[in-house]
């Protein structure tokens, strides 16, 4: 069984830079799997961030930003404000016409 | 603005079925989209389902493939989610949402389904 795995929690200095990673047990992430990130704040539903690796959805902030590092997808947050504190998933694509979600990085700012 | 509305009874019984309906407005469901469930639960996380497209093609995750049905109604702008034999393991917040480039673009605001007697 596939699985997506993320860091459990981050925590960041309001102004600071984190960068969350999405990995796969299979293998490396590539741009193949059309890497999405989300943001979620309890209680509420999936806010898309980031789609096709580093395109941002529409009214997203620059200070999110996407990418590839190495083996694994990659979300950045410069100048992380404290409405940033959230629950972050990644979903890859996996080509079969299904999606698999991360299991997700809970991001607290202070 | 596109928006996803789900509804559909909050409570089914063990071994009974789960049906829950998404009505989509803002935008035509037989617009060149994917259309997709997906649920969340404290012991899975976020779970995709299965998606269907604007011409009625479906894929389904492999986990629930055997008890998923996934549909569409153009006259309502509206697509459905059939989930059979439910167990405990089925109680999720569950979320209609628009497939499109890969992602997941619009999410409706979830429905609490809970399994139980």
């Known amino acids: 069984q596939t699985v997506v795995t993320q860091e459990p929690s981050f925590s960041v200095s309001p102004g600071g830079t984190v960068t969350l990673t999405c990995g796969l047990s299979t293998g490396s992430v590539s741009t193949s799997y059309y890497p999405s990130w989300y943001q979620q704040i309890p209680g509420q539903a999936p806010r898309t961030l980031i789609y096709n690796t580093n395109t941002r959805s529409s009214g997203v902030p620059d200070r999110f930003s996407g990418s590839i590092l190495g083996n694994k997808a990659a979300l950045t947050i410069t100048g992380a404000q404290a409405d940033d504190e959230s629950d972050y998933y990644c979903?890859?694509?996996?080509?079969?016409?299904?999606?698999?979600f991360g299991t997700g990085t809970k991001v607290t700012v202070l | 603005q596109m928006q996803l509305q789900e509804s559909g009874p909050g409570l089914v019984k063990p071994s009974g079925t789960l049906s829950l309906t998404c009505v989509v407005s803002?935008?035509?469901?037989?617009?060149?989209?994917?259309w997709s469930w997906v649920r969340q639960s404290p012991e899975k996380g976020l779970e995709w389902i299965a998606q269907i497209s604007h011409s009625g093609s479906t894929n389904y995750n492999p986990s629930l493939k055997s008890r998923v049905t996934i549909s569409l109604d153009k006259s309502k702008n509206q697509f459905s989610l059939k989930l059979s034999s439910v167990t405990a393991a089925d109680t999720a917040i569950y979320y209609c949402a628009r497939s499109y480039d890969y992602h997941l673009s619009y999410w409706g605001q979830g429905t609490l389904v809970t399994v139980s007697s």
């Open positions: 803002g935008g035509s469901i037989s617009s060149k989209n994917w």
């Open positions: 979903v890859l694509y996996m080509g079969s016409d299904s999606y698999v």
